[in-house]
């Protein structure tokens, strides 16, 4: 599966950001769907994934992110709210056949990023 991020921008603190992964494919729907990210000089982290109804998401962004998927498109989106300069980054989304991991290299499959900025 091809998948594609966009969304990113810059954004004062306190603002919201919609992220969106578009993903080439029939069978999107069995895939388990995820996003990280990885600021400057530091290791992509896991941020959230999703499953066929179970979302899990990072402490550090847990009331403040939503993540959801439209099978019928074949997108999984990212709505960013309360933007804290801390989340600047580049956001990738990936996938993975099986079940869930917040690890990184249970994941086949990746999109280019998208950058996330948060001005302060």
């Known amino acids: 599966v091809q998948l594609q991020a966009s969304g990113g921008g810059l954004v004062q603190t306190g603002g919201s950001l919609r992220l969106s992964c578009v993903a080439s494919?029939?069978?999107?729907?069995?895939?388990?769907m995820a996003w990280f990210r990885q600021a400057p000089g530091k290791e992509r982290e896991f941020v959230s994934a999703?499953?066929?109804?179970?979302?899990y998401y990072a402490d550090s962004v847990k009331g403040r992110f939503t993540i959801s998927r439209d099978n019928v498109k074949n997108t999984m989106y990212l709505q960013m709210n309360s933007l804290k300069p801390e989340d600047t980054a580049v956001y990738y989304c990936?996938?993975?056949?099986?079940?869930?991991?917040?690890?990184?290299?249970?994941?086949?499959?990746w999109g280019q990023g998208t950058q996330v900025t948060v001005s302060s």
């Open positions: 990936a996938a993975r056949s099986g079940s869930y991991t917040p690890h990184e290299y249970g994941y086949h499959y």
């Open positions: 494919g029939r069978a999107f729907s069995r895939y388990y």
């Open positions: 999703i499953g066929w109804s179970s979302q």
